[in-house]
């Protein structure tokens, strides 16, 4: 159960793109389509942005999307806002039916 | 609304116990499988359990394995992390959180705000 690879920091200008990149195995990113990611202000609970590695749940802005080749995932947001600055979190479904989180990106936005 | 709200924490001395709950409202508990996730101060965070809507299935990250155990009661709406032979590793806040809908176990898709665990001597 080794965390999932993240780069440590991203950051863009507002309006530009940013993408975050989520490298796992073919036992959990690469095996399943349950991948999803996490938005976390400082201080704050994690908040659900993308699930099965494309969707989005009801109210979340649609910059923000999600995609996945073979054993890497990634999260695109278009369009970055100042209030996008947080931490994200990728999180995947395991072969042996347990999860695993990424190590977290800090995201800034210039 | 979905509502999770975790208690338990607090301050701890190494090798002894502590029990956290997670009492839920706003949906129908018995239907839905539910996770412990947790942060320790200034890291990432680290999935520890998850437990199925009936509660004959549970799973848990090897860092916990042999030392925590969830379970959970349906009649009271309420699930629960027992933690055992607690370290300094496991210092942390708790969180609860509930499995997405459906029958595949693929989200986190509401979240408590979580308990402390301090462990000190």
């Known amino acids: 159960q080794s965390a999932l690879t993240q780069p440590a920091s991203v950051s863009g200008s507002p309006g530009q793109s940013i993408t975050i990149s989520c490298t796992g195995t073919?036992?959990?990113?690469?095996?399943?389509?349950?991948v999803s990611w996490y938005q976390q202000h400082p201080g704050k609970v994690p908040k659900l942005m993308i699930y099965?590695?494309?969707e989005r749940p009801a109210g979340v802005a649609n910059r923000f999307s999600g995609s996945k080749s073979g054993n890497t995932a990634s999260l695109t947001i278009s369009g970055l806002q100042a209030e996008d600055e947080a931490d994200y979190y990728c999180?995947?479904?395991?072969?042996?039916?347990?999860?695993?989180f990424g190590t977290g990106t800090q995201v800034t936005v210039l | 609304q979905v509502q999770l709200l975790e208690s338990g924490g607090g301050v701890v001395q190494p090798g002894r116990s502590l029990r956290l709950s997670c009492a839920a409202s706003?949906?129908?508990?018995?239907?839905?499988?539910m996770h412990w996730v947790r942060q320790a101060p200034g890291k990432g965070l680290e999935w520890v359990a998850v437990?199925?809507?009936?509660?004959?299935?549970?799973h848990y990250a090897d860092s916990v394995t042999g030392r925590f155990t969830i379970s959970r009661d349906n009649s009271k709406s309420t699930f629960y992390l027992q933690l055992n032979s607690l370290g300094a590793e496991d210092m942390a806040i708790y969180y609860c959180?509930?499995?997405?809908?459906?029958?595949?176990?693929?989200?986190?898709?509401?979240w408590g705000q979580g308990t402390l665990v301090t462990v000190s001597s």
């Open positions: 437990i199925s809507d009936d509660g004959s299935r549970t």
């Open positions: 099965d590695v494309t």
């Open positions: 999180c995947s479904f395991t072969s042996t039916s347990t999860f695993v």
């Open positions: 073919s036992s959990d990113v690469g095996g399943y389509n349950y």
């Open positions: 959180a509930r499995e997405g809908p459906g029958d595949n176990w693929s989200m986190l898709d509401y």
């Open positions: 706003g949906f129908t508990f018995s239907s839905y499988a």
